[in-house]
């Protein structure tokens, strides 16, 4: 197909053609080196902490909300303690656009830049634990978390039964 391409096209664009070509049919395979490729797989560990932890640590990526007096800095955190997007309203880029960075507007806007970022690094559920009271702050700026794409619940892990379980399902995809 490409050599039948390559004739049709003129000399400046048949270089690119020709490259484009011989990547296709070396590249038979793809190796994912993304380290959480097993957690968007549900298949990943997921610690479960000490049962005398009291706030529990059974996630992969948890949201964390921070008010200072000035400030509102919203964060995801992974369980190993590396947080891999944050958003806060001491950006230049945010600050600017607010009228007050703790008012209703700067939540609001929060979780949309948070939503966003979370989408663009791969981030799509999320373990939230974040109390908030009806018509809040907090319960805008989860809203607007969700209509950005984000579940604020994680899937439970997948964990294959042993063919040694008593109660081994016949069809796991039917149960899972």
Not at 8 to 36: E, Q
Not at 94 to 107: F, M, N, P, Q, W
């Amino acid at each position: 197909m490409c050599v039948e391409i390559l004739k049709k096209v003129n000399r400046m664009n048949r270089r690119i053609i020709k490259s484009v070509c011989n990547y296709a049919t070396v590249a038979g395979y793809v190796h994912n080196r993304n380290p959480r490729n097993l957690e968007k797989l549900t298949i990943g560990y997921k610690p479960d902490g000490w049962h005398l932890e009291k706030p529990g640590r059974s996630y992969w990526h948890k949201i964390i909300l921070e008010v200072t007096g000035r400030n509102v800095t919203a964060s995801v955190q992974h369980f190993s303690g590396t947080v891999p997007v944050t958003a806060s309203t001491k950006e230049w880029a945010i600050k600017k656009y607010l009228y007050s960075t703790l008012d209703k507007a700067a939540y609001t806007n929060l979780g949309r830049i948070l939503g966003r970022r979370c989408l663009e690094t791969g981030i799509t559920e999320m373990y939230c634990d974040l109390a908030s009271p009806k018509g809040g702050k907090v319960e805008l700026f989860l809203n607007e978390l969700v209509k950005s794409g984000i579940s604020l619940t994680e899937a439970p892990r997948y964990i294959h039964p042993k063919p040694s379980d008593l109660e081994r399902p016949e069809k796991p995809w039917e149960v899972h």
